[in-house]
């Protein structure tokens, strides 16, 4: 019966699957803790509160329907921080890097995922890259939190200096944006050392640890002038890019509003800190709810293109984005083929591309479809507060992002259950989900007859 079952498990278990029954496992674990009565500050969390609190903590994406600094206790709150953690880099990375410790052999299938999470190439060295994004991990959130906690002491004792610092410092890292105060970050908006130190994490969190590690490999070997790889380029070139226009078209959008009364300083800051934690951070330094239209448009875009592959973060990714900008550039001048920086893109990289905007575009839909079917249909459904503020949270909780407009706590039960399904999807990746759910189909030798139709 065992060895009926081992084989099942071996045949039916492929990656995919490993990967989104792991995220599912620690969803589940951290459910039931979070509804146990010692994670609550005043009353229990209800079973569903329990559940969108876990599945936001895990999928690092920070939307939450209670308030984490009052409704937790310690416990719960120590939780929060357990999950985002194992929920950035995931659970398979700590399990593979203990079974190294104890001298356990490592299966075939935990590899290949690690090796697909943080690497754009299978030829580079396994033991490498996990001793790396555990290492490099720990060692920049500790900086984080040695930094942040400093600042901390000046307005609090120094156990809940440190206990901020690092709760913080985590969360930032991981591309969370769960929060200690009420407000977020609003006190501190500011504050240039805590907003640079949070944007500083955010960012080494949001480009991925194969660029990190590529970028310090270039930093030690300069005199040997060793080249970038295309991937860590177009990264590069596209965060820095979306960050300074986002910035930017924020302080256009919002200097006569939002932002008109604070001191020129404090407007670069909330510019930047807002360009860069929209991306799929969610940690606030202004009020969401009373930005204009313009910049909610600025912020949703932001939202839906996210981190980049191999990090911490969400959203359809910034080399998907730039691909797809690539393709369009290179179709207008009339090339066949997508080339960029002298190299040539493969074709199944941009259909891939491809097919997770479309299938983003797609899911998006038909959750914020969901939502409003399932809202409360007393209410105006043509107000800027109802569907803007759904569609927002919506495209926040794909993007694995936070930001919310203010509708969050006040979802209904099923509503909650949705945007815990897309926050799911946002994390583990549309197409990883679907290929966890799909029969391998099966070979055949039959190839039909090409017909062209008309298209555009």
């Keep these: ?9 071996i045949r039916h278990l ?15 674990i951290g459910t039931f803790l ?18 969108f609190t876990s599945t936001s903590a895990v999928c690092v994406t920070g939307l939450t329907v209670i308030d984490i600094s009052s409704d937790l206790s310690y416990f719960g709150q120590f ?39 943080f690497s754009p190439s299978k030829r580079h060295d396994f033991q490498l890259i996990l001793k790396y994004v555990l290492l490099s991990t720990f060692t920049i959130e500790l900086l984080g939190s040695m930094a942040l906690s400093v600042r901390f002491l000046e307005d609090f004792s120094f ?11 985590v969360s930032a890292f991981n591309n969370c944006g769960y929060s200690l105060f009420s407000n977020n970050l609003m006190d501190y908006k500011g504050d240039t050392f805590i907003n640079l130190i949070i944007m500083a994490l955010i960012i080494l969190g949001g480009i991925g640890f194969f660029v990190q590690f590529e970028m310090l490999s270039y930093w030690r070997s300069r005199k040997k002038r060793k080249r970038l790889s295309l991937h860590t380029k177009i990264v590069l070139i596209t965060t820095i890019t979306l960050i300074c226009l986002g910035a930017l078209f924020f302080y256009l959008f919002e200097k006569n509003y939002t932002i008109k009364d604070l001191p020129f300083k404090t407007k670069i800051l909330v510019s930047f800190f807002q360009s860069v934690t929209a991306r799929t951070a969610g940690f606030n330094t202004v009020e969401i709810g009373r930005l204009t239209n313009d910049t909610i448009l600025l912020l949703m875009m932001l939202m839906f ?8 973060g969400g959203g359809i990714k910034t080399t998907s984005f730039a691909l797809l ?43 914020i479809s969901l939502v409003l079917f399932m809202s409360n249909k007393s209410v105006d459904f ?26 969050t706590p006040h979802l209904n039960n099923v509503q909650k259950v949705i945007i815990s399904i897309m926050m799911f999807a946002g994390r583990v990746g549309l197409l990883t989900l679907a290929f966890s759910l799909s029969v391998k189909p099966k070979k055949t030798l039959i190839k039909y007859a090409e017909e062209e139709i008309m298209v555009g």
């Design 305 to 312: 293109v996210g981190a980049s592959p191999g990090s911490t």
């Design 159 to 169: 156990g809940k200096a440190v206990y901020y610092g690092i709760y913080h410092a």
């Design 1 to 9: 019966m065992l060895i009926l079952l081992k084989k099942f498990l």
């Design 34 to 51: 979070l509804w146990l009565p010692i994670s609550s500050s005043k009353r229990p969390l209800t079973f569903i509160d329990a559940l």
């Design 325 to 367: 900008i690539i393709m369009l550039w290179n179709r207008l001048k009339g090339n066949e083929e997508v080339n960029v920086m002298n190299r040539t893109i493969p074709k199944e990289l941009i259909s891939k591309s491809v097919s997770i905007i479309f299938a983003s575009v797609l899911s998006i839909g038909i959750v």
């Design 382 to 407: 043509l107000s800027r507060n109802l569907f803007i503020e759904y569609l927002f949270d919506t495209i926040s909780a794909f993007g694995t992002v936070g930001l919310s407009m203010g509708i």
């Design 79 to 117: 939780v929060t921080l357990i999950l985002f953690q194992l929920g950035g880099i995931g659970i398979i990375t700590f399990s593979v890097f203990f079974f190294h410790l104890m001298g356990i052999s490592i299966p075939f299938k935990e590899r290949e995922i690690i090796q697909s999470s």
């Design 14 to 28: 492929t990656p995919p699957r490993v990967f989104v029954l792991s995220f599912l496992t620690i969803v589940t």
